[in-house]
């Protein structure tokens, strides 16, 4: 699996931004994907994910603004994000799961991420 982010760049407080992750190989295999971020020294951490039945988690410092979406057509993933705070500026990667099952309707989180990351996005939250 191949993994394809863009989306990123400068945006004021309270502005919006979409992020798109397209996937390219053994897409059916693929049973959820996550977005997550990075910035300074911290963990990369997990932001939003969903899963092949269109479960949802997200983090609570972005619930009610975010919101990840799958578009089947194209086999690309999104991140809407709305009411932009400066502590959202990251480096965003998305990141495809092909080894949990994710069979069940109701998840926290996400497992630990695979392998398949895609190349960074930079998301600058800044007047």
């Known amino acids: 699996v191949q993994l394809q982010a863009s989306g990123g760049g400068l945006v004021q407080p309270g502005g919006s931004l979409t992020l798109s992750c397209a996937a390219s190989?053994?897409?059916?295999?693929?049973?959820?994907v996550g977005w997550y971020r990075q910035s300074g020294g911290t963990q990369r951490e997990l932001v939003a994910g969903?899963?092949?039945?269109?479960?949802?988690v997200y983090a609570d410092s972005v619930k009610g603004r975010f919101t990840i979406s799958k578009n089947g057509a194209d086999n690309t993933w999104y991140l809407q994000m709305n009411s932009l705070k400066r502590e959202d500026t990251a480096v965003y990667y998305c990141?495809?799961?092909?080894?949990?099952?994710?069979?069940?309707?109701?998840?926290?989180?996400?497992?630990?991420?695979?392998?398949?990351w895609g190349q960074g996005t930079l998301v600058t939250v800044s007047s």
């Open positions: 990141n495809a799961d092909l080894y949990h099952a994710y069979a069940g309707w109701h998840y926290a989180t996400l497992g630990p991420p695979s392998d398949y």
């Open positions: 190989g053994v897409i059916d295999k693929i049973t959820a």
């Open positions: 969903i899963t092949h039945l269109g479960v949802t």
